[in-house]
């Protein structure tokens, strides 16, 4: 449902399932870039700026001139590959006219006014906020699209693979190389993957934040496009075979909410078919949506 504006007037909550075979899905810096895991259950997880970067990616392709590249109008994406934020900021006061604030002050309200024109023009400032204080003073949004941490089904077990690389990155390493014997050593390197993992995301849509942000019912039909299908345009050999598998979107009736989001996603229930042998497919899972009872006020929508 929307309102007169467009704007949307139902709170949503949802969930995303998502597997990986083979691949990293997220991998952690801090441990050499070793998929995430929970230390305590061994489950992994991936994080939200992860998921949150593949829907930017995706919006990029799915809402670009194909001959120029461009992104189309208010479509155009705050958080990407290369770009100065700051520039990003001052793109909004040259565009307006305005005098860019100096030391934090701000004459005649014009960071609310460039905080407007980048929730117009940025589709993932008006769906996932932004700290745009930096520099030229854009302000702050807070989103009202948010996810969790995506979190495994069952624990995770990550296989360390040692990889060889016969090209050489120097002249020096080149001789050195030359110096060894035919089919000597080669430059080694280690990848880690996931045999397979079923991992679920929460996520959480607010119709007061969409309303301050301008995130309209068209924003929220191309969130559903990009969770149905953002792995099938990032592929990698690092990432393996990831696909989503299922979303189920709990829409409520009101603005607050009509049950807790907690109860709502009690309701998708994931087991292993054969307890005796780890799962390495889909397939192996029995996955259900309980339907019955909905709380009043409640409708059930599966997008996949």
């Not at 995303?16 to 441990?31: E, I, K, S, T």
């Amino acid at each position: 449902m929307s309102g007169s504006n467009g704007h949307i007037s139902n709170r949503y909550d949802f969930v995303l399932l998502f597997d990986v075979m083979n691949g990293n899905p997220n991998g952690d810096p801090d441990a050499g870039n070793a998929p995430r895991t929970d230390p305590e259950t061994g489950h992994g997880l991936v994080s939200d700026v992860c998921l949150k970067r593949k829907i930017r990616n995706f919006i990029c392709l799915a809402k670009s001139d194909p001959k120029s590249n461009e992104p189309f109008p208010g479509y155009d994406i705050y958080v990407k590959e290369k770009a100065i934020l700051n520039q990003q900021h001052q793109r909004a006061y040259d565009a307006l006219g305005l005098k860019s604030n100096e030391k934090g002050k701000d004459a005649g309200g014009n960071v609310d006014k460039a905080r407007a024109w980048m929730c117009q023009t940025f589709f993932d400032v008006r769906m996932f906020g932004a700290v745009m204080s930096t520099g030229t003073n854009c302000g702050q949004v807070r989103g009202p699209v948010q996810f969790a941490f995506a979190r495994s089904v069952e624990p995770i077990v990550s296989l360390e693979q040692s990889i060889t690389r016969m090209a050489v990155t120097t002249d020096r390493e080149a001789e050195e190389q030359a110096k060894k014997q035919a089919g000597g050593a080669r430059t080694m390197g280690r990848k880690e993957i996931v045999p397979y993992g079923l991992y679920v995301a929460h996520g959480f849509i607010s119709p007061f934040l969409a309303a301050d942000t301008g995130f309209s019912t068209m924003d929220l039909e191309l969130l559903w496009q990009s969770l149905v299908t953002m792995f099938e345009h990032d592929r990698s050999a690092a990432r393996g075979e990831m696909a989503s598998r299922k979303l189920v979107v709990f829409e409520h009736e009101s603005m607050l909410g009509n049950a807790a989001a907690h109860s709502l996603f009690e309701r998708i229930h994931m087991k292993r078919k054969d307890e005796s042998r780890p799962a390495r497919a889909y397939s192996d899972y029995e996955v259900t949506v309980d339907k019955s009872d909905l709380p009043s006020g409640i409708t059930l929508h599966e997008k996949l």
